[in-house]
């Protein structure tokens, strides 16, 4: 007998509807779509906000994807604004706001604890001294502000290093940040004005320093050259990619930047010579190809700025530095409090022996200290500037224990790690010597991967994660 279909015609009209249950999230689809497109008419960054929001869930259950956007972005912090308001929100620190709240959610669903190792406790009883600072402050609204910056650096420096856990994890950020990096450097060559004008950043009425391009560039080119080639026919692509950030580097004109870079190199030669060859290999290369793709005008000018040091006392930071130390001599225990250098800066300006030009381009004050040691002694005395310093060599220490750990076990990747980090640390010590390094989120992103490779359970060398 043959079979009767229960519907004339085979299925029923009704059988390519949703689910009731398919039918909720088909409807959010749609909204979010709706919502991503009119985010991206009022602007592009904003768009890319909202297009980001079906990630939340994938954040909380991998945190390590959430970092490697973060490493993805920063280079463009500064012109990273979601308006052209001042002090307007960032890019940035919207993604770094979510990828929080997401591990906070990993951690509880887990039951993980945080754990900051030996380099990290000291880094954080160095946060806890700067909020003292506040009963001592000489303006306690800046001290706040500044408070409120380092606290959120701090934060996402815990992070980094409890989340980012194994060389592998490790590794891909670098190489994460390696990429947005060139692509950084391709933007700062496009705009580059020529002449003896520095290149920099600009995105609208928001310009980034460049100082600070300089530091975005120098320390990403330094972890590129530890890390080396890797196996197969593409092996070589991290020297490619050093080529057009170091030759990014030298027309931002940033000579602290140019040291940073040689220190970094030279700390990856001291640690493995041969790695240490390849960069001179690449720098060399880019030294040669200057001519070739930049304006001899713009060379010129480069080079002279290179040459001519101390004519310009610096930039200024001879003079700087000489009213910093005043400020030292002044307050040597206490300080002005964290934030209170640029504050203090014209009281001491009128009591200092500077160039008389220089006092005049600054006779209203308010200049950064433009070195994150002496910046720090003036404005948290001894006390605050040792617990910076001893910090800072803990995290370089533990880089280069990892690497040796790395070494002894023959685990290659793992020591090629050490290595880049250790060539970034030189590389930031150097960096900070010029600019106020320590007020930018990747230096204290990059140190988060340093105090990684030391924490208990971290998969460092054979080791096993937690």
């Not at 705009?191 to 004008?197: D, E, F, L, V």
């Not at 007020?439 to 998969?459: R, S």
């Amino acid at each position: 007998m043959a079979m009767i279909a229960p519907y004339p015609g085979g299925a029923p009209a009704t059988s390519h509807r949703p689910a009731d249950g398919t039918l909720p999230w088909l409807v959010g689809a749609v909204a979010l779509l709706a919502g991503g497109l009119i985010a991206f008419l009022v602007d592009p960054r904003l768009g890319l906000v909202v297009a980001a929001v079906p990630l939340a869930p994938l954040l909380v259950l991998r945190p390590e994807y959430g970092l490697y956007l973060l490493f993805a972005v920063v280079p463009f912090d500064a012109v990273a604004a979601l308006s052209e308001d001042e002090g307007a929100s960032t890019l940035t620190r919207l993604l770094g706001i979510a990828v929080l709240g997401a591990w906070v959610i990993h951690l509880l669903g887990n039951r993980r604890s945080v754990r900051l190792g030996t380099a990290g406790t000291v880094l954080m009883a160095y946060v806890v001294f700067a909020a003292t600072s506040i009963a001592w402050s000489v303006d306690t609204s800046v001290t706040k502000t500044a408070l409120r910056t380092l606290v959120q650096l701090a934060t996402l420096y815990v992070m980094v290093a409890n989340v980012l856990r194994t060389p592998q994890q490790m590794r891909r950020a670098l190489d994460v940040l390696l990429v947005a990096t060139t692509v950084l450097a391709v933007f700062v060559l496009v705009q580059a004005p020529g002449g003896a004008i520095r290149a920099r950043l600009t995105y609208g009425t928001h310009e980034m320093n460049p100082n600070y391009v300089a530091a975005a560039l120098a320390l990403p080119a330094a972890a590129a050259l530890g890390l080396g080639r890797d196996r197969g026919p593409l092996g070589w692509w991290r020297f490619a990619a050093v080529v057009p950030i170091c030759i990014a580097l030298f027309i931002t004109g940033s000579r602290g930047g140019g040291i940073a870079l040689a220190s970094g190199l030279l700390a990856i030669a001291l640690v493995r010579p041969g790695r240490g060859i390849w960069g001179a290999v690449a720098a060399l290369a880019v030294v040669l190809l200057l001519p070739a793709v930049l304006p001899q005008q713009t060379v010129d000018a480069m080079w002279e700025r290179y040459s001519h040091a101390e004519q310009d006392r610096f930039s200024g930071r001879f003079d700087i530095w000489r009213v910093g130390l005043a400020m030292v001599a002044d307050r040597p225990l206490e300080g002005t409090g964290i934030g209170g250098f640029p504050v203090a800066f014209y009281q001491y300006m009128t009591e200092t022996p500077v160039d008389f030009q220089f006092a005049r381009e600054n006779s209203r004050g308010n200049r950064a200290a433009h070195n994150v040691y002496l910046g720090t002694l003036a404005e948290l005395g001894v006390i605050g500037s040792a617990l910076l310093v001893v910090g800072l060599a803990a995290h370089g220490l533990a880089a280069r224990r990892a690497q040796r750990r790395a070494a002894a076990g023959r685990d290659r990747d793992a020591a090629r790690l050490g290595v880049a980090l250790v060539g970034v640390f030189a590389a930031m010590l150097v960096m900070g010597g010029s600019i106020d390094l320590l007020g930018t989120k990747l230096p204290w992103m990059l140190l988060g991967l340093m105090a990684a490779t030391a924490l208990p359970g971290t998969a460092f060398a054979g080791g096993r994660r937690s």
